[in-house]
């Protein structure tokens, strides 16, 4: 599925999230994570050694929850793409670039070292990309809570 004109500007203004991925016993594992709207498809930085990138190494099914101002959300259910490899501080800086292009005011340019500068190899060896195609819903009315 496509994400719609109104889910693509939802997720080009908001950047906080809550990721779940599953246990091997299939209980829920939820944390907060950053994304950004990169190529069409969602993107949330990792590391190796977290864990949720070891339960998604396993099964790569997961829920993304994309917090709104007021009371507005994004959910998106689907399958994630772990991009490591020697491209992913490539990618991890590009992340983050585009996430902090989005704060007002924006970083300087060089708070980000150069992806070949630690500690972006050791800290951000892969990248995550949310393929969204099962279920999203959005919330379109911020302003009032939900029932």
């Not at 990138?53 to 689907?78: A, I, K, W």
């Not at 970083?107 to 279920?135: E, H, I, K, N």
Request: with cysteine; glycine share 8%.
């Amino acid at each position: 599925m496509e994400l719609s004109d109104e889910q693509r500007t939802f997720l080009e203004q908001n950047r906080s999230a809550a990721m779940v991925t599953l246990r091997r016993d299939g209980s829920p594992h939820a944390v907060r994570v950053g994304i950004a709207l990169i190529d069409g498809k969602v993107w949330s930085s990792g590391a190796p050694d977290r864990v949720r990138t070891r339960f998604l190494r396993r099964d790569p099914r997961c829920t993304v929850f994309v917090f709104g101002s007021g009371y507005g959300y994004l959910t998106m259910e689907g399958r994630v793409t772990i991009l490591d490899g020697p491209d992913a501080p490539d990618r991890s800086v590009r992340l983050f670039q585009t996430m902090q292009a989005a704060m007002q005011p924006a970083p300087p340019p060089t708070r980000l070292p150069a992806p070949t500068d630690p500690p972006w190899p050791s800290t951000m060896a892969c990248t995550r990309a949310v393929r969204c195609g099962l279920r999203s819903g959005l919330r379109s009315n911020p302003a009032k809570p939900p029932v």
